[in-house]
């Protein structure tokens, strides 16, 4: 099998700033590590805050005539993204399975679910409606007139390398506004490639521009100061979101902030345990639990905690681990050796606490960042994994009795982004629906993200929705005319 990297030439492995795919001012560089072997991949451009700045000039020069470009000329564009990176799938896959680590199966899924941001924002591009009505007491009309905010910048997570970019551009784009995109230190490429590939299909120069830099801090928040830049949207940790937002408040920027996440998944005793079984697995193991909708507590009602924990335990011991092209492997390396390091201190925080490992729990010898499934039973309250975002494969079981009681504790937590329920009752299922203070449910399904769903948090998870309708207003404010008419 040839090597990933040649889908990214080298001189693609720099900024894309404009029409120029150039060095970082001062030719600065980083490197980029395969997570398997933490050998090295690629040399990218380090772009400092000229670099930034420089991007920001050419997507503020775009603006205008993006946004006056014929929404069916964007969404055509958008389309031809859509098919580029569908027909070119295996290459983008392999790109995100050897700069992240994920199985290459679960990057061709983050292949489909990032292309479809595009279709689907394609189809929403020429859909942008204004109103027009009579005020209430007469003698004028009301005329509203959706307009794009501006030139976005935006700061996205390793998790998805492709999928979290392709959420903030298609929008963007969709609604006529320019972008610059700081992906994450570890995983530039994919976006490079996606930037590639954009520009081939004749997205104009300016739109999309890509500006990969070890100097996050630095580089964003001169962006986030300077009055060009109108919107900032980022996924990542809460802990960096709550520094942005202060950020982006001196200059009253429009924010998306999708952050971090401490998912409840609530089995009742009256669910189909299959089903169950299913999502959970779904729900704790997809992304190698690296997800911010990863199910971080498992809560099972005692009637069936003994079923469900066995045949859940004997399916996470079953998983393969390995390097993620490997066939066959279901569990690839976890993306540096810190998160590693603070699972292995969680899952030992828990057994000092009382917890019994069933599956698992020992971190491997050997090179690559590398955790195994872990199943850990009788986990105590004050584990401090039942509080951190574990963001890797260890399910902590604990039993509860009382919807009260679970529905208590699922919510006792400064994060609100998503909770799963199984369970045949519908009344029951509501109730949990309505009672957890999350942005999303899953009922009786442990994949919930999906391009034309509303995906976002409440409370310290976030603000505001990507996807579906909700994902482009995002990106448009709305101009009211009062139009005299006696
Ligand atoms: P992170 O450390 O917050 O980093 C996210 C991005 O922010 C990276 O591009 C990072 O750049 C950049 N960054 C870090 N410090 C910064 C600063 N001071 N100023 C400006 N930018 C800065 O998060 P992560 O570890 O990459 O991602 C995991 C987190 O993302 C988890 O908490 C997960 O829940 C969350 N997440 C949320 C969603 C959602 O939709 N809610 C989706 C996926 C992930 P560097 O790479 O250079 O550090």
């Not at 991949?41 to 772009?47: C, N, P, T």
């Not at 279709?119 to 005020?135: D, H, L, P, Q, S």
């Not at 200059?251 to 401490?262: A, D, F, I």
């Not at 529905?407 to 994060?415: I, L, V, Y």
């Amino acid at each position: 099998m040839s090597d990933p990297m040649n889908v990214l030439a080298p001189e693609h492995r720099r900024l894309r700033i404009g029409d120029a795919w150039r060095d970082a001012a001062g030719g600065a560089t980083f490197v980029v590590e395969d997570p398997a072997t933490g050998k090295t991949i690629a040399e990218v451009a380090d772009a400092g805050v000229v670099d930034g700045l420089a991007a920001l000039d050419v997507a503020s020069k775009a603006m205008a005539e993006w946004a006056a470009t014929p929404p069916r000329k964007r969404s055509e564009l958008l389309t031809a993204t859509y098919r580029a990176l569908t027909e070119r799938s295996e290459e983008v896959a392999r790109l995100i399975t050897l700069e992240m680590g994920k199985p290459l199966a679960e990057a061709r899924g983050e292949v489909a679910y990032g292309a479809e941001f595009f279709r689907w924002f394609a189809e929403e591009a020429v859909r942008v409606e204004g109103r027009y009505n009579t005020a209430p007491a007469g003698g004028y009309r009301i005329l509203t007139v959706p307009k794009p905010v501006g030139p976005c910048v935006f700061v996205t997570p390793w998790n998805f390398p492709l999928a979290m970019g392709a959420r903030k551009i298609a929008p963007a784009l969709a609604a006529g506004c320019t972008t610059i995109t700081k992906p994450a230190a570890q995983t530039p490429l994919t976006m490079l490639f996606l930037a590639r590939i954009m520009e081939e299909v004749g997205v104009p120069p300016g739109v999309v521009n890509v500006v990969t830099t070890k100097r996050a801090g630095e580089v964003v928040s001169a962006l986030l100061a300077d009055r060009r830049t109108r919107k900032l949207s980022f996924t990542g940790s809460t802990e960096v979101g709550r520094v942005l937002l202060r950020q982006a408040a001196d200059n009253v920027l429009r924010t998306s902030m999708e952050l971090g996440g401490n998912a409840a998944l609530i089995v009742c005793a009256d669910a189909d345990l299959d089903v169950a079984l299913d999502g959970a697995m779904v729900a704790k193991m997809r992304n190698i639990g690296e997800s911010c909708i990863a199910a971080n507590r498992i809560y099972v009602e005692e009637p069936v905690r003994e079923e469900f924990t066995a045949r859940f335990a004997e399916r996470m011991g079953a998983l393969s681990v390995g390097h993620g092209l490997d066939d066959g492997v279901d569990v690839g390396a976890l993306i540096d050796e810190a998160s590693v390091t603070k699972i292995d201190e969680l899952v030992a925080d828990a057994v000092n606490r009382g917890a019994r490992v069933l599956v698992g729990g020992e971190r491997p010898d050997g090179p690559g960042h590398f955790y195994p499934p872990t199943v850990l039973v009788d986990v105590p309250e004050d584990a401090r994994i039942l509080e951190a975002e574990i963001f890797g494969p260890v399910a902590p079981i604990i039993s509860f009795t009382s919807d009260d009681e679970v529905m208590a504790k699922a919510n006792d937590t400064e994060h609100g982004l998503v909770g799963y329920v199984f369970t045949r009752d519908l009344q029951r299922a509501l109730r949990f629906t309505e009672g957890l203070e999350t942005g999303m449910v899953g009922v009786n399904r442990g994949l919930i993200s999906d391009p034309s769903a509303p995906f976002g948090g409440v409370k310290q998870s976030g603000i505001g929705k990507e996807g579906s309708h909700e994902g482009i207003l995002e990106y448009l404010d709305v101009t009211y005319a009062a139009i005299d008419l006696p």
